[in-house]
């Protein structure tokens, strides 16, 4: 399997970028992106089977079912029911998902203009920002069935911490960062 252009884009060029931007002067130091979470929340009328077989056309990786830790009668949700499925891409796969992303589905997107920067999270050693996709129709493997739109959450990981260093290596990758916290 050939590396993927972006992380060849990442290794090439956005690493010098960070340097000379943020005055970084060891490498091993710029933040860089760790995982690609996506996930789904579902409905108890929602097809488990059909929302995590989409969420794995989508990944190109196998959709893990999650279940419910604990019940909660308000919303009739009893321990060890299917509630939603999500994926975790790493390395180069996240790579080739990121690239899918920005160069077709965000473009067929009439409605996205940009990620906000409020929604950046600061944790203890890294800086996630999740976005929604409001209708995975917009990637081509999603084979229309329904009208109904379905959408997905897709959480990025950084090892930076520092939430402008993570916006500005999340917008060199092609992602729209719109804002100022």
Do not use: W
Not at 90 to 115: C, H, P, T, W
């Amino acid at each position: 399997m050939e590396a993927s252009r972006l992380k060849n884009l990442y290794n090439n060029e956005i690493i010098k970028k960070m340097m000379e931007e943020y005055n970084i002067k060891n490498k091993l130091q710029v933040p860089k992106l760790t995982k690609i979470v996506l996930s789904k929340g579902l409905d108890r009328n929602q097809d488990s089977d059909k929302a995590a077989e989409n969420l794995s056309n989508i990944a190109s990786q196998k959709a893990v079912k999650t279940k419910a830790k604990k019940s909660i009668s308000q919303f009739s949700v009893r321990i060890g029911h299917i509630n939603g499925c999500m994926v975790t891409l790493r390395g180069e796969q996240m790579y080739f998902f990121l690239e899918k992303l920005i160069n077709v589905a965000l473009i067929s997107d009439r409605e996205f203009i940009g990620i906000k920067k409020k929604s950046f999270n600061k944790q203890k050693s890294n800086v996630s920002i999740s976005m929604g996709i409001k209708d995975e129709k917009i990637f081509p493997e999603i084979v229309v069935t329904s009208l109904k739109k379905e959408g997905f959450n897709i959480t990025f990981v950084t090892n930076g911490n520092n939430i402008d260093q993570s916006a500005f290596l999340l917008n060199a990758f092609g992602l729209p960062i719109i804002g100022d916290k």
